[in-house]
């Protein structure tokens, strides 16, 4: 049973460490450097801050670091986190895509998670713990406020470190996002301020954490037994390669009804995913019959390019798998194999 924690002032800590774990493109570096600049220029403390990206930025995994001490401790150190005081993950896909991301969690951590999950729904590898714990759904909620997801998960995060005043907090992101224009700043405000309302923490328990371990699947060959010559037997390819891991929990959904065929989302997917059918006599022209999810990142490019709304985002959670699986290219072999 989770029980909702108690709202009780907690004591300022002397030093923190916040990581936030996130996939390019949700905004996890803008909000570590609102949150130091919040702590440092703000309160005063000392403090800095950093990101690692992956070298496509968008879709691949960020990992934000903050540290602060409210007693002006210099901080010498620009080190990876390792045991967060905080950990802020941006979308729960990452939970099974990159599980490291729980990497280092004791049980004087916070946790905070955006999921369409409650607490109690989420389960955690064996041994697992946390101090305490809260779920935002920050998806529907960016979707509903049309702001970023990082307004939603600083409000959100303000109830994890109380060390930091909201309003100050509030104030930073203002000053960061100056160049805003006002509709989209006010947007952002209303994202912010719902994150903080709506994230309550949970009290942590432990029957949750009941996910036995699994092994590891290393590929067959390294550098051990590889043949000589370098030869590669699976290089990689475009049929092989499933983008799904950089999704940020939204995905287009295809309305066959009102598309006129215009070709215009194909232009602008970097990915290829939009599967026509082809009449080989040419006697009428292609018709695009949907997309294959297999290679769709999520970045909704094509959504903002249909003139007709025949493209719509919605969170990821609303389709079926059956629907994510639905493969419209030809599957290889080794494909159906795996499936
Ligand atoms: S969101 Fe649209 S443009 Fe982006 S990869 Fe998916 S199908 Fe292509
Ligand atoms: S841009 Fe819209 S209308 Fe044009 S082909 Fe794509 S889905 Fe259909």
Known sequence: MWKIMKQQKEQPRKNVSVRLEAIGGQGANS?????????????GY??????????????????????????GKQIRTASYIKNPDVLIVFHESLLETHPDCLEGITAHTDLLINSTKKPSEIRFPEG?????????????????YQCGLNSIMLGAATRFCPEIDAEILLKSFLKFFSHL???????????????????????????????????????????ENAPLGGVILNPGNTVLKD???????????????ICYNCGF?????????????VDPQNKTAPALMGIDYQ?????????????????????????????????????????????
């Open 31 to 43: 909000a570590g450097k609102i949150l130091a600049e919040a702590a440092v220029l703000g309160l």
């Open 46 to 71: 000392s403090g800095n801050h950093f990101s690692s990206f992956g070298s496509e930025k968008k879709g691949t995994p960020v990992k934000s670091f903050v540290r602060f001490s409210t007693e």
């Open 128 to 144: 697992f713990k946390v101090r305490k714990f809260a779920t935002i759904d920050a998806t529907d909620l960016a979707l509903k």
């Open 181 to 223: 224009e006002p509709q989209l700043k006010k947007r952002n405000i209303e994202g912010f301020e719902s994150g903080r309302k709506q994230t309550k923490d949970f009290i942590f328990d432990e029957s949750q954490a009941n996910i036995q371990p699994h092994e590891k699947i290393l590929p067959s060959m390294g550098w």
């Open 243 to 257: 983008n799904s891991a950089s999704r940020k929990g939204l995905l287009p959904r295809f309305i066959a009804e």
């Open 265 to 277: 989302c194909d232009m602008v997917c970097p990915d290829f995913c939009f599967v026509w059918k």
């Open 295 to 339: 290679y769709c990142k999520g970045c909704q490019k094509c959504v903002l390019a249909c003139p007709v709304q025949a493209l719509v985002t919605v969170p990821e959670s609303e389709f079926l798998e059956s629907e994510k699986q639905h493969h419209l290219f030809p599957q290889t072999e080794i494909q159906k194999l795996k499936r």
